[in-house]
């Protein structure tokens, strides 16, 4: 089988390791990735990335001139794609940018014009319900009409996508997986001494940004509530909430045990996590952000929490968009903005190791059968499979 894979998102080489993993899985399987060219991801890394083509065999990244250079929805490619579709002759055809992208459209059009009948499949993040105005409204009905499958990051997504009359086949999963390699529990006492964290002292984890979406007010304020106890929070990331968060741990006078840690590599990650007694990620669905086609936002996944089972580490969410599906019987859901609820989830992992224990090999079980890259590639294949025979 002949796969093309379209998305901004293979640029970065870690990001690649999933479709690495596919190319491998059986010997007729190749996977040939489309990228941008040149991309400006925006955020803290504001310079313009230059995408290098490499051939590994049966599995290669090709970079294609482009149109828009950091908008997901906007992208399109230069005519050099032509040649490459002629070229490689694809089976499956899956551009990773919604179903409301151009860039899907395009290669509809070119899968059609060049006779290639490929499958046309998209991945989706996106899971808000949301209206379209023409002629976005024309493109999202182009693009579902000539699609034989979608890859659906999240459960409501499908749903989503149901209800605006998708009749078509579905699979539900994320883009990406972990490396258990570098996501496996492996103690780090020197990284603990150089933060002051003490052996066996109870360390509620975060990863993220510091935004109001992510609620970790919440998660500061269920602390507050349980500052009788002994513990430590260890915040990685940063944002907008910082100075807010500190003014609110010294107004509850635990500031002494709130530890920030900003711009950590993510093979640096596990490390972190690996200190971590839980995670803990608290998102909060809110309906304040808005774009040319959708409002709200709220958790599409949560990558870090299958980070922290590979790490054998419980974990505690929300029940904000994929958080309990992801999570399930492994770990413990509470009501997204509830402090009482959070701090109860805390207070139980505090008090009962054993709970903590069985908890952190449920969700490692959990993440070693449907999360890893190599389990993810081959859902993916077999997907592919069902579209083709």
Same mark, same amino acid.
């Given at each position: 089988?002949?796969?093309?894979?379209?998305?901004?998102?293979? =640029?970065?080489?870690?990001?690649?390791?999933?479709?690495?993993?596919?190319?491998?899985?059986?010997?007729?399987?190749?996977?040939? %990735? =489309?990228?941008?060219?040149?991309?400006?991801?925006?955020?803290?890394?504001?310079?313009?990335?230059?995408?290098?083509?490499?051939?590994?065999?049966?599995?290669?990244?090709?970079?294609?001139?482009?149109?828009?250079?950091? @908008?997901?929805?906007?992208?399109?490619?230069?005519?050099?794609?032509?040649?490459?579709?002629?070229?490689?002759?694809?089976?499956?055809?899956?551009?990773?940018?919604?179903?409301?992208?151009?860039?899907?459209?395009?290669?509809?059009?070119?899968?059609?014009?060049? /006779?290639?009948?490929?499958?046309?499949?998209?991945?989706?993040?996106?899971?808000?319900?949301?209206?379209?105005?023409?002629?976005?409204?024309?493109?999202?009905?182009?693009?579902?009409? @000539?699609?034989?499958?979608?890859?659906?990051?999240?459960?409501?997504?499908?749903?989503?996508?149901?209800?605006?009359?998708?009749?078509?086949?579905?699979?539900?999963?994320?883009?990406?997986?972990?490396?258990?390699?570098?996501?496996?529990?492996?103690?780090?006492?020197?990284?603990?001494?150089?933060?002051?964290?003490?052996?066996?002292?109870? %360390? %509620?984890?975060?990863?993220?940004?510091?935004?109001?979406?992510?609620?970790?007010?919440?998660?500061?304020?269920?602390?507050?509530?349980?500052?009788?106890?002994?513990?430590?929070?260890?915040?990685?990331?940063?944002?907008?909430?910082?100075?807010?968060?500190?003014?609110?741990?010294?107004? @509850?006078?635990?500031?002494?045990?709130?530890?920030?840690?900003?711009?950590?590599?993510?093979?640096?990650?596990?490390?972190?996590?690996?200190?971590?007694?839980?995670?803990?990620?608290?998102?909060?669905?809110?309906?304040?952000?808005?774009?040319?086609?959708? %409002? /709200?936002?709220?958790?599409?996944?949560?990558?870090?929490?299958?980070?922290?089972?590979?790490?054998?580490?419980?974990?505690?969410?929300?029940?904000?968009?994929?958080?309990?599906?992801?999570?399930?019987?492994?770990?413990?859901?509470?009501?997204?903005?509830?402090?009482?609820?959070?701090?109860?989830?805390?207070?139980?992992?505090?008090?009962?190791?054993?709970?903590? @224990?069985?908890?952190?090999?449920?969700?490692?079980?959990?993440?070693?059968?449907?999360?890893?890259?190599?389990?993810?590639?081959?859902?993916?294949?077999?997907?592919?499979?069902?579209?083709?025979?």
């Amino acid at each position: 089988m002949k796969i093309l894979v379209v998305s901004h998102t293979y =640029i970065v080489d870690l990001n690649c390791e999933k479709l690495r993993a596919l190319s491998q899985l059986e010997a007729d399987t190749e996977v040939t %990735v =489309i990228v941008p060219k040149r991309w400006n991801p925006g955020g803290v890394q504001s310079k313009i990335i230059e995408t290098q083509f490499k051939d590994e065999g049966k599995f290669r990244i090709i970079p294609v001139s482009n149109f828009s250079e950091n @908008h997901q929805g906007l992208l399109t490619f230069g005519t050099d794609i032509i040649s490459i579709l002629k070229k490689y002759q694809p089976n499956i055809i899956q551009v990773e940018q919604g179903s409301k992208s151009l860039a899907y459209a395009q290669m509809i059009s070119l899968n059609k014009l060049l /006779g290639l009948n490929a499958k046309n499949i998209f991945f989706t993040w996106w899971n808000l319900a949301y209206e379209l105005k023409f002629p976005v409204s024309l493109l999202e009905k182009y693009n579902l009409s @000539h699609t034989h499958g979608i890859i659906s990051g999240n459960k409501d997504g499908a749903e989503i996508l149901c209800d605006r009359n998708y009749k078509g086949a579905i699979k539900v999963m994320p883009q990406l997986g972990i490396d258990e390699a570098l996501f496996a529990p492996k103690l780090q006492p020197d990284l603990a001494e150089s933060l002051g964290i003490k052996l066996g002292e109870f %360390v %509620v984890g975060f990863v993220g940004r510091f935004v109001p979406e992510k609620g970790i007010l919440t998660l500061l304020d269920a602390l507050a509530s349980v500052k009788d106890k002994d513990w430590k929070c260890l915040l990685l990331g940063r944002g907008e909430l910082k100075e807010e968060l500190m003014r609110k741990a010294i107004a @509850h006078n635990i500031q002494d045990r709130i530890i920030i840690v900003e711009s950590v590599a993510h093979d640096e990650v596990s490390k972190y996590i690996n200190l971590m007694s839980t995670l803990v990620l608290p998102s909060e669905t809110t309906y304040k952000f808005k774009t040319l086609t959708s %409002v /709200g936002w709220k958790e599409q996944f949560g990558h870090v929490i299958i980070e922290a089972m590979g790490c054998q580490v419980p974990v505690i969410g929300s029940d904000s968009g994929e958080i309990p599906h992801v999570i399930s019987d492994t770990g413990m859901v509470f009501p997204e903005g509830n402090v009482e609820a959070l701090a109860n989830c805390l207070m139980q992992l505090m008090d009962n190791p054993e709970l903590a @224990h069985d908890l952190g090999q449920l969700g490692y079980a959990k993440a070693m059968s449907q999360y890893t890259n190599k389990a993810l590639a081959k859902q993916q294949l077999e997907f592919y499979q069902e579209l083709v025979n």
